[in-house]
């Protein structure tokens, strides 16, 4: 029920799964839910059980659960879940793993606040390695994972929606959001520190002074958005800095079809959806750094795609090397047309079936 990517990879894969019934190893999809979320999930999932923790004690027949991960668990129902699942009925259970919460408490050790999750730190670990299969997005992710002692662990990269290689819509003016004239920088994901975007800026301010007629659009929103207004105020570059908030689907879209660079200059990343829906669409090169998980497929695949060290002197090079006129960027699409969901679910279903 919650925003963001974790959560919408979920939901999309329930939909995905739900509509290829006939080549899943079992007989029902339930979805456990909190009671007030139940009536909402039946408009729009039909033909789908929902329960709580009332019908699921009560369930009779086998069942193997999957539920997806985010590293901050303490307290929440899936946490429960856990405990119900693999203490009290000692059924089979696969977490599907987003980010890393040792990662995230060392990139935020200077806030006291973090130190309400070190019992996270501590039991994630021990967690993961009690399931009896762990889904990552990445081989960058798997690696900690070993490190962890998780041994069960299978990588199935994220997929990308078919919403995302179709044409965009004609009702978004472009003369009214871009000045043509200029060059225009997209970037959009969440504004966090991973993400790495206060690097970008730091680029921007010795860029600009030579290349006034730069423009970049940051597109939104996260707990590092008001620290990113403040150096750009210190770098005197907040006239040349947009700060856009959340875009839907289709504005996103415009932007990458009409700037001239996206950059994604994360310092960790496990397999962003954003770059996937960047490589799926723009008229321009795509930009991300190697420390994102998608780096491992492309050079595992032989995709030579815009992947870069991670530092302020290699973004004003990227910044220095664009050129206005359109260049072909089919072998970005070629790269991501090899995550549609189509291809990605088989994944899935074969872990069903090893784990079963």
């Not at 925003?3 to 999809?29: A, Q, T, Y």
């Not at 670990?125 to 962890?148: C, F, Q, W």
Request: glycine share 4%.
């Amino acid at each position: 029920m919650s925003k963001g990517s974790p959560s919408n990879v979920s939901r999309k894969l329930l939909e995905e799964l739900l509509n290829r019934m006939d080549i899943l190893p079992f007989s029902e999809i339930i979805l456990f839910s909190k009671k007030k979320h139940i009536e909402y999930i039946k408009e729009n999932f039909q033909n789908l059980r929902v329960i709580s923790y009332t019908e699921l004690s009560k369930i009779s027949e086998d069942y193997l659960v999957h539920f997806p991960m985010l590293p901050l668990i303490f307290p929440n129902s899936k946490f429960l879940l856990y405990l119900h699942t693999r203490f009290i009925r000692r059924k089979k259970i696969i977490i599907q793993y987003h980010g890393d919460i040792r990662t995230e408490l060392k990139s935020n050790f200077k806030d006291p606040v973090s130190l309400i999750h070190l019992l996270s730190y501590i039991f994630v670990p021990n967690l993961l390695k009690n399931a009896d299969r762990v889904i990552t997005h990445s081989y960058y992710m798997k690696g900690i994972l070993e490190n962890y002692g998780v041994l069960k662990s299978v990588v199935i990269p994220n997929a990308v929606d078919n919403y995302w290689f179709q044409p965009c819509s004609n009702s978004i003016c472009v003369n009214e959001l871009l000045d043509k004239s200029k060059l225009n920088i997209f970037y959009h994901g969440r504004l966090s520190w991973e993400k790495g975007v206060d690097l970008l800026l730091k680029a921007a301010g010795d860029y600009v002074k030579s290349n006034p007629n730069t423009r970049i659009y940051l597109a939104g929103d996260g707990p590092q958005k008001n620290h990113l207004k403040e150096l750009c105020s210190k770098l005197d570059i907040e006239r040349k800095v947009i700060f856009m908030g959340h875009l839907n689907k289709e504005e996103i879209k415009f932007f990458l079809k009409n700037v001239d660079l996206a950059i994604y200059p994360s310092r960790f990343d496990n397999f962003p959806l954003a770059v996937l829906e960047a490589l799926s669409c723009a008229n321009c090169p795509i930009y991300f750094s190697k420390n994102i998980g998608i780096y491992d497929f492309a050079i595992r695949d032989g995709f030579e795609l815009n992947f870069f060290e991670l530092n302020s002197q290699n973004i004003i090079k990227i910044f220095e090397s664009i050129k206005k006129e359109k260049m072909s960027v089919s072998y970005q699409v070629n790269f991501a047309n090899r995550y549609s969901w189509d291809l990605i679910v088989p994944k899935y279903v074969e872990t069903y079936n090893s784990v079963l």
